[in-house]
């Protein structure tokens, strides 16, 4: 089965080609960073703009590098959320419109599943069922995963997730946009233990999150008078070093608490914070200890990505799931990964 992905749901336009049984056959990749770089942040208008301009052409290029046509794919899977509605639209569109044209079933993929689910494509992938922490973008979340559409969510954030956590406080600290790589950068030139920050909710007894309080210490240490001492760049590399520390450290034995609690010994990462290399070494010393392990995607399947979608489109098309014939585009800018349920073929 070969299936276009098609994925938008925020500033990266990602078009991939997924065969099962043989794996990625070509992909492409472009990220709007240099565009909206100049406006510190994402601008939803200037994204959705930015797909519709590259999404014809990164297609064809696709099809080609895998020597295939329109007409040889079996589907075409696309990300119908969660992301900014105007961005998700604009792939919906596409994907719906070549399908129906095609006479191919077009299937809307959750943005989350693809990210949980890419591990999978590693060339050790992890059995089911796992533990997933999803640490992607506006998300924070633990889940147990007994199989494709079978998730219970565990816990979660209750206000700014990981990465939003890393570019306000990169933000904070003068750093340009995106600011969590730049971040986990200036961490590793820095040396922990300078500052006393917050572990937000790690004896909370539960397996939730909170990480704006963390932000706000932050806020509090930069706006002091001193900080504006000549030697504040090292004081800033030192105080990137102690937030990092202390992201990881929440992240890292709130998933220990999870497989403890469900008695799991599988530990799947995903998202743009998974890639984070404190992190990987924290997971992977702490459940080493606990005769545990952690999965990760391959790093350049870390961020947004079209294979993601072709991969999780193919799975859920594998085990029977069949989209109405119809052509209908929607998309659902707010969607709860617990809501999504396994593969079913419509009534």
């Known amino acids: 089965m070969k299936v276009l992905g098609i994925e938008s749901s925020c500033d990266e336009t990602g078009v991939a080609i997924y ?10 990749l472009h990220s709007q960073i240099s565009l909206h770089a100049l406006y510190g942040g994402v601008v939803p208008e200037l994204a959705s703009r930015d797909h519709i301009r590259l999404m014809p052409g990164l297609i064809r290029q696709t099809l080609a590098g895998a020597g295939l046509r329109v007409a040889d794919l079996d589907a075409i899977a696309y990300t119908a959320g969660p992301g900014l509605a105007g961005a998700l639209l604009v792939g919906a569109s596409v994907a719906e419109a ?12 959750h943005h989350l599943e693809g990210h949980m689910l890419s591990p999978l494509l590693a060339a050790d992938p992890p059995d089911f069922p796992f533990v997933a922490l999803l640490v992607s973008g506006g998300h924070t ?26 570019d306000k406080t990169a933000k904070l600290l003068g750093l340009g946009y995106p600011g969590g790589a730049e971040l986990a950068a200036l961490a590793e030139r820095g040396h922990a233990g300078r500052y006393k920050l917050p572990r937000p909710m790690l004896r909370s007894g539960n397996l939730d999150f909170s990480f704006s309080g963390l932000k706000t210490a932050v806020l ?4 002091n008078a001193a900080w504006q001492r000549p030697h504040a760049a090292r ?32 530990l799947v990462v995903a998202g743009g914070v998974g890639a984070n290399v ?4 924290k997971l992977d010393s702490t459940l080493r200890q606990k005769g545990a392990r952690a999965y990760y995607p391959e790093p350049a399947l ?17 085990l029977g799931e069949r989209p109405p014939r119809v052509a209908t585009i929607r998309v659902r800018p707010r969607w ?9 073929a419509p009534r």
């Open 141 to 166: 979340q633990l889940m147990r995963v007994a199989g494709i559409g079978q998730y219970e969510l565990l816990g979660e954030t209750l206000d700014d997730a990981a990465g939003e956590a890393f």
């Open 235 to 266: 004081l800033a590399a030192d105080l990137a070093a102690d937030f990092q520390q202390a992201v990881v450290e929440v992240l890292a034995d709130k998933a220990l608490a999870a497989l403890e609690q469900t008695g799991l010994r599988a």
């Open 302 to 318: 870390c961020t947004d990505n079209g294979v993601m979608i072709a991969y999780a489109g193919a799975r859920r098309l594998e």
């Open 98 to 109: 070549m399908a129906f044209a095609a006479g191919i079933p077009a299937l809307p993929v």
């Open 278 to 281: 404190a992190l990987r070494a």
């Open 336 to 344: 709860p990964l617990a809501e999504l349920g396994a593969p079913l």
């Open 220 to 223: 509090n240490i930069v706006s």
């Open 19 to 28: 065969e099962s049984g043989v794996g990625v056959l070509a992909q492409a």
